[in-house]
């Protein structure tokens, strides 16, 4: 629980004496109380926490009290971690810390956190403010509260209120009647009032029925309709204000539905997309609706674990630059963090990509809540400092999309999709030649318009979302980025270190050093590049339990079944476990009791003694497509054995999930690798464990679809026998 949030106060020392200070900090607190209230109220009153005032008299001692002295930049003292609001005094707003404007170095560590510039009466700034997460007020706006009681409270609100939560709690409570529209459970009546489905009401509560609506209520907003001034767009406005963005969409069929709606906006039939091959299978779907030609980075399969690192810094660079024959690419999607928790360097990736003309979009499914926590920062220490949140100014990706539901407080299949600043810049002011078709797709009136691209995300999301969307999910993608807001730093935090302390209890009973016990950066990424040096990162929420052999790692996770704990994802010899904005204190310690009693499985995996059948691996994933992966998955095909379909072209999706990165992908010719590699998952998990397999009566022979002959000659005919030559 919160014990009390902090407002920084950075003011002239002498400026105030304490009775004023005092005095301030309880208007804070009392106005707060009753913005809470009125906001996060429901039936009973609760105890909210207060606010208390740090001062600081400089900017150096202002980091002095965020942070810990000594240790590293990223370690925040107790003021830090509950930090809400920043108030800087007029005096400080042209001074500089660290090397950085200070409105930079507070954008750049605690860049959703609101910040209010205080300026004395008749005496404008003499700098202009950024244009979002800063507003101005008169100095004596907060020291003297009992005058600006109710204009504190809408402040606060502006801030902290989630829009639509609070419209559809209120026509709920205070508007709704008698329904004559969907949904046709009416309300719960239909639960409710059944002697058969009460008990499923009873179950999941009367309140989730009732703010389960429709886009009847026209008054709450439509996805549909995202340019109406509605409590929906406002939400998606304050959502895209917290998260830094030009933009912010919900969407409420995961993520795997927001890939497939932007690269249909982004790509044009026929385009090349660089694409890590080990990205989530709904990536390989969205380049197949999109008509886009997949051009796949080398994969890099680590055997000992059973787990794929990330792409090397050097093959994304090669990638990137032009090759006689080949289409100049236009987008390169890469996953970050990755499943087991690798973070890219996003920002030297930018900088490549815009090198090239070429835009980099950003999967964050893992990692919604990088924005939130100096931790996710690079160069901690003197000179330059970006952020691993990939669209940051300093992260520079063009576009994010984040399952909002894997991390956050929001329920399954939420997601959002995040558009940059930058690329908003990009595509308005930039005149570069490498980005010239860039301004043709997007363009109005001959120049390149972001309404345009907007326009068309929105028009394509119509494509692939409901249209009755489950209000209930729209309000958790409201609640969760001001839930961040108010108290991100500190839920990550907390976590953080809670994990820390976990990792250090484990290698201390098993008398091993951590990196013996839970794969970090190099054991995950694997030798041959110093990947630290590159930029790369281990989120320490994503902890990767080792253990010595598969048959260890099947035992552990029997043990960790019968302590009823779940956990996320498994291989041969790791276990992930996420730590997540829900995740208790406690919860490490029921997982540390099964480590500490299963000890002796924990260890680092013994190497393959197949070194053949880790090339195998990798060879399975190192194919190119023959075909365009849409012509491919729109024939029809003929079902053949899975020995039977080397040589052949794949015409559907086989993935082993988790963690669902595909096998067999429309488009690309079937090796003798490839039908191995799905063989040992049948073999080791089940069919059931292989998404696509055709199973006759639940039954071997297990099938999968391949071109027939016919469409074979017919494709590799009309793409001239390579779906990656130049068209």
Known sequence: MIRSLAVFYL????????????????????????????????VAAHDYPPLRLATASSPEELSARLFTSGGPRAVLTEAGRSCCLFLVDADFMDSYLEGMDLKDWLRHFFPAIPKVALVRKGHPLAIPLPARRWTKKDQTFFTRPSKSRERMVHLFKSFWMPRFVTALRQYVTVKAGTNWHTPGHNGGRAFSRSPFLRGFSDSLGEAIFRNDLSVSVESLGDLSSPESRTPLSEAQKLTSEIFGTAQSCYVTNGTSTSNKAMLMTLLRPGETVLVDRNCHKSVHHAIVTSGAIPRYLPARWNAALGVWGPAAPEDVRNALKDAPGREKPRLLILTTCTYEGILYPVWEIARACEREGVLFYADEAWAAYLAFHPFYTFGRGSGDKVRYNAVSETGGAHFSVQSTHKTLAAFSQASMIHVSTRFKRLLEDDNSPAFRWLRRRFSLHGRGSYEKFSHDLHEFLRYWHSTSPHYPFLAALDAAGVQMRLEGAKIIDERIR???????????????????????????????????????????????????????????????????????????????????????????EYLFRVCRQYKRLIGQPQQPRDPRGARAVTAAVSV????????????????????????????QFLVPYPPGIPVFIPGLKITKDMIRLVEDVIASEGPGAVHGLFCRGGHAPYLVEVLDRREEELLRLRDGGAAGSTR
């Not at 005092?22 to 906001?39: I, K, N, P």
């Not at 054991?523 to 040096?533: F, K, M, T």
């Open 11 to 42: 003011h002239k020392a002498g400026r105030a004496d304490a009775r004023n200070l005092s005095v301030m900090e309880y208007g804070l607190t009392d106005a707060f109380r009753e913005f809470c209230r009125e906001t996060f109220d429901t």
């Open 498 to 588: 809670w994990a820390a302390a976990f990792r250090k209890r484990v290698a201390d009973e098993c008398g091993k050093p951590e990196s013996s016990c839970f794969a970090g950066l190099e054991e995950i990424a694997g030798p041959g590049v110093d990947w630290r040096a590159a930029g790369y990162m281990k989120d320490p929420l994503k902890i990767v339990l080792m253990l010595k052999t598969p048959q260890a790692c099947a035992e552990f996770r029997k043990a960790l079944l019968k302590a009823h704990i779940q956990w996320e994802k498994s291989s041969a010899c790791t276990i992930l476990f996420l730590v997540t904005a829900g995740t208790a204190e406690e919860h490490f």
């Open 624 to 651: 190119q497509p023959a075909v365009l992966p849409h012509d491919a998955a729109l024939c029809d095909g003929e079902l053949v054995t899975i020995k039977e379909s080397e040589g052949r072209i794949a015409s």
